[in-house]
Every structure is written in structure tokens, then in C-alpha cells.
């Protein structure tokens, strides 16, 4: 049977709020922040190593226009050199429409680990407007 440690590691626990609730004084902190950060590479090579989640939209605010939009976004989990884990988001278009085909062609599935760089800004053939470009690469553990 798995200790509490090794339960926690795979699954978050919970507790019934009107029950008798344990102390969290001595509780060990798992090393993942459940919050989630928006990435806007700026630099050719910036990158993050994490693992693939999911591709959801995110509900966001146009800062020059004020107007909310919907926007699909890859969720992955970066994985810091500690081994710390964060919520990362991208709503690029092309690096969402390489990861929705890379899953609908069973290339790739939630936990993939991956090293997703971004490549830099690059013209666009059919207007004046430039698109990121990205690498995604699955990456071998162990």
C-alpha cells in the first residue's frame, strides 16, 4: 500500500472541509505551482522543457482594445532544473496548430515530454505581417 508521500506524488489529495482536518504545519510541499503563466518568447532560442497537457482555449483581454477574446492555447507543465513544475500557456498559432496535428496523429499525448523552442519571427507569404516560428521536439527520459 503507498504511504501518503508517494499518494500525494500521483494525485492531489482532499479533504472534507466539515470533517476533522489535518495539520498542515509538518505537510510537505509538493513542487508544483498550480498557477499558470502566459510565455512570450522574445529571443530565438528561448525554450522550455515540460510536458504536454493540453490544448484548451484561454479567455483573454485585448490590452489596446479592451475587447475579451477566446484564444486555444497549449497547456504544458515546465519543469524548472530543481524539477519544480509550472502551468505554462501559448496561444501561437502555429505552435497550436503543430501540437493539435502532433496529437490527432497519436504522435504525441498528455505527459509527452518536449523541449518547445521558439525560432523567431518570419514573414508571412500571403500578407505584411510576420508569425512565430517554433521547434517542438519530444524528448527521451532515462
Keep these: 500500500m503507498e504511504n501518503q508521500v508517494e499518494k500525494a506524488k500521483n494525485s492531489l489529495q482532499s479533504f472534507d472541509l466539515m470533517a476533522v482536518l489535518p495539520n498542515l504545519q509538518d505537510a510537505k510541499v509538493m513542487p508544483t505551482d498550480l498557477t499558470s503563466e502566459y510565455w512570450t518568447p522574445t529571443t530565438a532560442g528561448e525554450n522550455k522543457l515540460g510536458f504536454f497537457q493540453e490544448i484548451k482555449s484561454s479567455t483573454y483581454t ?44 497519436g504522435k504525441i499525448a498528455q505527459g509527452t515530454p518536449l523541449k518547445i523552442e521558439y525560432l523567431g519571427k518570419e514573414k508571412n507569404a500571403t500578407n505584411a505581417f510576420q508569425s512565430d516560428r517554433w521547434s ?5 527520459v532515462g
Excluded at 524548472?80 to 501559448?90: P, S, V, W
Design 62 to 105: 485585448d490590452d489596446k482594445t479592451g475587447e475579451t477574446i477566446e484564444l486555444p492555447c497549449i497547456i504544458f507543465l515546465e519543469q524548472n532544473k530543481l524539477g519544480e513544475l509550472k502551468t505554462i500557456r501559448n496561444g501561437s498559432k502555429r505552435l497550436v496548430a503543430s501540437l493539435e496535428d502532433a496529437v490527432h496523429t
Design 136 to 140: 517542438v521536439k519530444p524528448l527521451i
